[in-house]
């Protein structure tokens, strides 16, 4: 037996807008190649080089919503006429495999994953601090005053969501968030739940 | 705010006895020279080279005793004629310091922590296997076949044990098993309630 004997996991990895969430992402993707990362399922159609089953699902608006009314989705949202989704299947598959798989979604999303997949490991990647999270918006583009307070009131009330989840990861340095969110990973698979059937099997052998 | 910003942690080490944590203690101490190890107080006279607050808190059996009547001992046991036990005053000035300490101690002496410190982080050494157990204890040294049967019977017992622990790590390799304890340490340092009363100050400062 080592550590990593078992199922794989779902990490969830969610936060505020503006804090980072794909910069974060794309290092991991690098650093951590043995993580598979969720593929989402759309309605819009694939633009230049996007291939299906990589980038996304791409399905019908018929076909995805057959897959909304049969269950087929951890959560579905609807933006500028298309559908998006997460599809059960795909993470099933994966940590039955004994795969870890990170699906990385905006915080309503994650809420909806939630629900019907507790036995995630919700991660929040949280701003080193609420001025530091103003500037990461400011300087993202030319936004007015207003915008940008209203803004920052979605992104704290969105900060308010913490209290679901497991793990909160300071994104003050990509690497060190990286790094973090490995050593979680890793410490989820020495849970004393997961090593637990094993031990009781041993006993059975003594007995 | 950074992941390490708060108070330190107690990492209590156990397992059952030939799984390896003395030799995974060594390691760690070169690995991770950031972490604290817990000195013991004893009653026992110093060896040639010990030195008082370093390898033990050397004491008369008289203070020994008023120190247990004080509740001032984490647990404590008598072995050979000498009392040995682990301060509690050493484990709560050096998390108070934002520095985590480690605790390596055999399964009955971590039951005792556990009640007086709770909130600790309970780790259990793991053999990969019954058999990779025997061998160890087989190879420690010139064993009796019956002294076998007695240390797999009590090693058994100790792995019940498990039950109580948060985290299990299996000792396959050396190296592997100090990186899943120092995952464990990182992660326990992201764990929501640990970021809550910051985001709680956040809260206070934006309404």
């Given at each position: 037996m080592t550590n990593n004997a078992d199922k794989g996991l779902l990490i969830v990895l969610s936060?505020?807008?503006?804090v980072g969430k794909g910069t974060v992402c794309s290092m991991l993707r690098k650093l951590a190649p043995e993580l598979v990362y969720s593929v989402s399922a759309t309605t819009r159609s694939p633009r230049a080089g996007e291939v299906d089953g990589v980038n996304y699902f791409f399905k019908t608006k018929e076909q995805f919503r057959s897959m909304i009314e049969r269950?087929?989705?951890l959560e579905w949202a609807e933006y500028v006429g298309n559908y998006y989704g997460t599809p059960r299947s795909f993470v099933n598959d994966t940590i039955r495999a004994g795969k870890d798989i990170i699906l990385e979604?905006?915080?309503?999303?994650?809420?909806?994953?939630?629900?019907?997949f507790p036995e995630g490991v919700f991660i929040f990647l949280m701003p080193p601090?609420?001025?530091e999270l103003k500037n990461r918006i400011v300087t993202r583009g030319t936004e007015t005053d207003d915008s940008?307070?209203?803004?920052?009131?979605v992104a704290v009330d969105e900060i308010k969501l913490l209290e679901h989840y497991d793990y909160a990861v300071v994104n003050d340095q990509v690497e060190s968030a990286c790094a973090r969110i490995r050593s979680i990973i890793t410490a989820e698979h020495c849970r004393r739940e997961r090593i637990m059937p094993y031990v009781n099997s041993w006993m059975e052998e003594v007995r």
């Open positions: 936060g505020p807008s503006g269950d087929e989705l979604i905006e915080v309503q999303g994650a809420m909806k994953v939630k629900q019907k601090s609420l001025g940008i307070r209203s803004r920052m009131s």
